[in-house]
């Protein structure tokens, strides 16, 4: 099946710093998505990018289909930004998600 | 427009009991789809259902098995509980169609002592 990975699985970083998230994947995929897992365990949406780049407040993601490949950029971090990011992906047929393992994201004061 | 529900929140039950979870989707959304969340497996999709039919299902026994109602609501159950199960169990909803954006629900946290 198909493979994501991302990286960093890690990142603290002090407020106020910019950071990028990397999300690699091992096929062609019909849709990507982007979500914040908060501490309560819900799974936020971030950002639905198949290809392109998109941009919410401090928030922006790109993703290459064509290089298997997206990011997620997240600028003038807040301590509120802490937990963990996911990528997710659609495969071509159906609408079953494929999730990498998470980047887990501390913002210190 | 509410979002997704999920009930209950937080369960807890012993070796051998079944469970039954419940999600609710957005409204207009036909497509519900269950995973499960644990720190060693990370998260993973169990099935799909659309239109009260399993559409896709992942690679789970035949102990967990799902359906779906003629307006949309599903519930999941799992039979012969085993610790393994301990999870948090996530519903996602979506429009239906191939590679439509889906919206997750809050949760329910099993715990199977």
């Known amino acids: 099946g198909i493979q994501v990975e991302q990286s960093p699985p890690d990142l603290i970083l002090q407020e106020g710093a910019n950071s990028t998230l990397r999300c690699n994947f091992s096929d062609s995929v019909n849709n990507l998505q982007w979500f914040h897992q908060n501490p309560w365990g819900q799974l936020i949406n971030l950002f639905y990018i198949p290809s392109g780049t998109k941009q919410n407040g401090r928030l922006s993601a790109t993703t290459v289909a064509t290089e298997r490949y997206s990011l997620l950029y997240i600028s003038s971090s807040q301590t509120t930004d802490s937990g963990v990011y996911f990528c997710?992906?659609?495969?071509?047929?159906?609408?079953?998600?494929?999730f990498g393992g998470g980047t887990r994201l501390m913002v210190k004061p | 427009k509410a979002g997704v529900t999920q009930t209950p929140r937080y369960l807890i039950k012993t070796r051998g009991q079944q469970v039954t979870l419940s999600c609710s989707p957005i409204?207009?959304?036909?497509?519900v789809s269950w995973y499960q969340q644990t720190p060693g497996q990370g998260l993973q999709f169990l099935f799909e259902?659309?239109?009260?039919?399993?559409?896709n299902k992942g690679n789970f026994p035949g102990r967990f098995s799902g359906r779906q109602f003629s307006n949309s609501r599903s519930e999941m159950n799992v039979s012969t509980l085993e610790l393994g199960d301990s999870a948090l169990y996530l519903c996602?909803?979506?429009?239906?169609?191939?590679?439509?954006?889906?919206?997750f629900g809050p949760g329910t946290r099993l715990t199977v002592l």
């Open positions: 997710a992906v659609l495969l071509n047929a159906g609408n079953m998600l494929t």
């Open positions: 409204s207009g959304h036909r497509s």
């Open positions: 259902y659309f239109s009260e039919t399993q559409r």
């Open positions: 996602a909803s979506s429009l239906g169609g191939a590679g439509n954006e889906q919206f």
